[in-house]
């Protein structure tokens, strides 16, 4: 039973892969927002943000899993999983100040301003009937004063609304919509203290700052929306874990059907999250894993004209480059810095042979191959080899067998020393990268 469920699992998980977020090295502090379409587009499309203010993990990963670990199946749902990318990526909560306070008036000059005017569009595109700004806040929202950390002035696990219903045609009753999500999350709860709540700031009897946010902007423009807060008193995955219970539910109210490619517990989305992560170089020629990469990487072959051209696995990855050292980015954290050994890359991109574990394989560059015991590189007349960590006297590479021994242990591309690179050359040009994964 567990074995059928994984392997279904796996299945999903190759159709994920294909959907690869593209992108190239940005050099200054403009990072556009991404917008992922899923399903098939409908005038009942959910619209998701995260990342709204950097420093909320919880919620850009939530967003940001539901575009890389769910099949729509039926409706449409959009995804704006990096609002304010800047300022995920500098971890700052906003570097050019509250972007969530910026729904009512702003200047033209201010440096938010496009990417105010671009939201404000998604908002209010006519498909979009529901609107969830997911966000992490602090402690625990209670009605009544507890203590410190459980009262009504903490932000922590509730739903939000502005206000208890709205004049429109669809999902005006938002106390209700409200009070379904948070029975649902109350369902699953991992430790009662996680307990949800509807949190109404009745913004139109004069909450000023509220007046300035996201969703009443949405609900002046007629559009039911939501705000949905997890507890940075808990682990980012735990985060997670709320905050898709409750897009779960919005989905189901919705009427839009989902395919998830994990288990809905704290386990299963730890993984999805750090699991499976990578990030593809230069129209494939490398594959780098980035779950267990070493925090620097020396003598890395970037193309000589600095450009580096990227695929990763999710849209909260990006590449800085300052001076010659580019460092990749996942949301808030900083996974590696590579020292660029500045190449000119070879046009064409080929496959190479090997014999990995004594069995022939043709294996093209870019990819990661699980070896059990050795690997031989077959001599090619148009490449030259280098097998990073590895030498031997004779100063050949190829056509020997080689195991995880042979391989100096600090070249590898990973922290616990599993995995290693081959390099390929032709005319002193860089060509492709090839990874060999040990198994144990
Ligand atoms: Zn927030």
Redesign the pocket.
């Known amino acids: 039973m567990v074995f059928d469920l994984n392997r279904g699992i796996l299945k999903l998980y190759k159709i994920f892969l294909l959907a690869f977020f593209t992108s190239t090295l940005v050099a200054n502090n403009t990072l556009n927002f991404s917008l992922i379409k899923k399903g098939i587009d409908d005038n009942n499309t959910l619209l998701i943000i995260g990342g709204?203010?950097g420093d909320?993990p919880g919620?850009f990963i939530s967003a940001s899993l539901l575009s890389t670990h769910y099949e729509i199946t039926k409706g449409s749902v959009w995804i704006v999983p990096n609002l304010n990318f800047y300022s995920i990526i500098k971890r700052s909560r906003g570097p050019y100040g509250d972007m969530?306070r910026k729904f009512a008036t702003l200047s033209k000059k201010d440096p938010e301003y496009e990417t105010i005017q671009r939201i404000k569009s998604y908002i209010k595109d006519e498909r979009v009937k529901l609107i969830v700004n997911l966000?992490?806040?602090s402690g625990y929202y209670r009605p009544t004063y507890i203590d410190n950390l459980h009262s009504p002035y903490r932000?922590g696990q509730c739903s939000i609304i502005d206000q208890t219903k709205l004049n429109i045609q669809k999902y005006s009753n938002l106390k209700e919509i409200s009070q379904q999500v948070v029975k649902y999350v109350n369902k699953n709860l991992l430790k009662d203290e996680h307990k949800y709540h509807v949190h109404n700031t009745r913004t139109k009897e004069g909450d000023k700052e509220m007046e300035k946010t996201l969703t009443y902007f949405a609900i002046n423009n007629g559009k039911a929306a939501f705000g949905n807060?997890a507890s940075k008193s808990l682990a980012t995955h735990t985060r997670v874990y709320y905050h898709l219970l409750a897009l779960e539910k919005y989905m189901d109210i919705m009427g839009i059907e989902y395919k998830r490619n994990f288990r809905m517990d704290s386990k299963g989305v730890y993984a999805a999250i750090n699991n499976d992560i990578y990030i593809s170089l230069y129209d494939n020629r490398i594959k780098l894993p980035l779950s267990e990469i070493r925090g620097f990487l020396k003598y890395f072959p970037i193309k000589k004209d600095q450009i580096i051209d990227f695929k990763a696995s999710n849209p909260l990855m990006k590449i800085v480059k300052k001076g010659n050292i580019y460092t990749i980015h996942y949301g808030n954290r900083r996974l590696s810095k590579l020292k660029a050994d500045y190449q000119e890359y070879n046009k064409k991109n080929d496959k190479v042979s090997f014999l990995i574990d004594g069995e022939p394989r043709d294996i093209a560059f870019g990819t990661i191959v699980n070896v059990s015991k050795n690997f031989l590189v077959k001599h090619d007349e148009n490449f030259r080899v280098n097998i990073i960590g590895y030498t031997n006297k004779q100063k050949i590479e190829t056509d020997v067998n080689i195991n995880k021994k042979q391989i100096a242990k600090r070249f590898s591309i990973d922290k616990k020393g599993y995995i290693y690179r081959v390099e390929y050359y032709s005319k002193d040009k860089f060509a492709g990268m090839v990874l060999i994964k040990f198994m144990s």
Do not use: A, F, R, S
Request: proline share 0%.
């Open positions: 709204i203010q909320e919620g969530n966000h992490d806040g932000w807060e």
